[in-house]
């Protein structure tokens, strides 16, 4: 929907506040307009260059049903999920967070092994006699 500048006869659009209620600014004159009130919408609407209507922007409503936790929620007060967190949730996060760190020292260290310091010394092929005396 548009409106003409009553100052300029600008064209400019009616826009739509946050509260779903018309405004309209024109940067020419660096005029702007608010109207609150149903009367004030009508008003507008009669003077629309468009014949447009004003629609106003619908309610914002929940998209979903609020989930279990929601409901839970709601009913829980701050200080107590403050306290259900520290005693709780923190030593459990950091609990995990030691698994974690340990995870990865492993990871790291099956990646990059250990370089063996002394190569290691070939073994001597033996025939049956000798390991039997040797072992014997
Ligand atoms: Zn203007």
Known sequence: MNIECFLCSKVIP??????GLP???CEDCQFRGFV???QGIAGLETQAVDGGRFEPRP???????PT???????????KQVSEAIKGEIMPLLKTM???????KAQTAEAKAPAKRKTKPTP???VTIREYIEANA
């Open 14 to 19: 009616v826009q739509t506040s946050k509260k």
């Open 23 to 25: 405004w309209f600014y």
């Open 36 to 38: 609150n009130s149903e």
């Open 59 to 65: 309610q914002v409503e929940p998209s979903e049903p």
């Open 68 to 78: 279990e936790a929601h409901r839970l929620a709601s009913g829980v007060d701050a």
């Open 97 to 103: 967070q030691e698994e974690i760190r340990g995870l």
């Open 123 to 125: 073994r001597k092929p």
